[in-house]
């Protein structure tokens, strides 16, 4: 990338925000890492392998957080040309076994951090030049998902997004989503039942991989999605699509044969 760019990413003091923070960094991006947890090892590894980076304490449920953030990348950059909404949590109880206070905390970081975010961000970004903002949804926030907090807020943030691409459009603001489907993650670690039999309904035969995530965020981020906005990228190895009769199919091949 010729001209200096900055970007900044929720939740990227590890996991998938970490390594998409890293990847943007090694494509010559500033990157701004933030987290409620410290960022600062990340930080630190983007700097020694060459990269420009900075990291903010952020509790994207904060308004005034926000604020207080983009001032710093403001400060510190002077621009804005990208924002990755990834921080999340969550907490998968059944319908019935979810209390409101779990209702309330997935939909406050899942939904409305966000939805501050952007506000907090766009200003700038318009200041800039005008830019991309990736949010990090879930297949959970397009099919039906036994948990209503997590779905909720994830088909929540599709709504959000194709508001904000419309209206920041005027800005030079892109704004597109992305829905991953099960990736292989520590979290998954310990759930082998679940995970095999959810590769049961993916055609793909496999998890995804993490960086398979990041490439899609670096597309959506870079200069080859320039006329995309309002768009869900599935990145789920063909499950939402075609999982239920691939499972059908495959549990029917012996009569078949």
Not at 53 to 68: E, F, M, N, Q, Y
Request: hydrophobic letters at 40%; a negative charge.
């Amino acid at each position: 990338m010729s001209d200096a760019r900055t970007v900044l990413v929720t939740g990227a003091a590890g996991g998938m925000g970490a390594g998409h923070a890293k990847a943007l960094a090694a494509e010559g991006w500033r990157t701004v890492l933030a987290d409620v947890a410290d960022p600062s090892p990340v930080v630190a590894e983007i700097e020694k392998a060459g990269g420009t980076a900075a990291g903010v304490r952020l509790d994207v449920t904060d308004p005034a957080a926000w604020a207080s953030a983009v001032e710093e990348v403001r400060s510190t950059y002077g621009t804005l040309h990208g924002l990755v909404n990834n921080a999340g949590i969550s907490r998968r109880l059944r319908f019935m076994d979810t209390p409101a206070e779990v209702w309330r905390q997935v939909m406050a970081i899942n939904l409305d951090g966000p939805f501050h975010g952007i506000q907090a961000c766009a200003p700038l970004m318009r200041d800039s030049g005008g830019g991309s903002i990736v949010n990090i949804s879930s297949i959970s926030g397009q099919i039906g998902y036994f948990s209503p907090s997590y779905s909720a807020s994830k088909w929540g943030l599709r709504g959000l997004t194709k508001s904000a691409a419309g209206e920041l459009a005027a800005w030079g603001i892109r704004v597109n989503s992305v829905h991953p489907g099960l990736v292989g993650t520590p979290l998954l670690a310990g759930a082998d039942g679940f995970v095999a039999s959810a590769v049961a309904s993916i055609p793909a035969g496999r998890t995804g991989r993490p960086e398979e995530i990041t490439d899609a965020v670096r597309f959506l981020l870079g200069d080859s999605s320039t006329y995309v906005s309002g768009a869900e990228l599935t990145i789920d190895g063909a499950m939402t699509s075609n999982g239920l009769y691939h499972r059908i199919l495959t549990e029917m091949e012996g009569e078949l044969s």
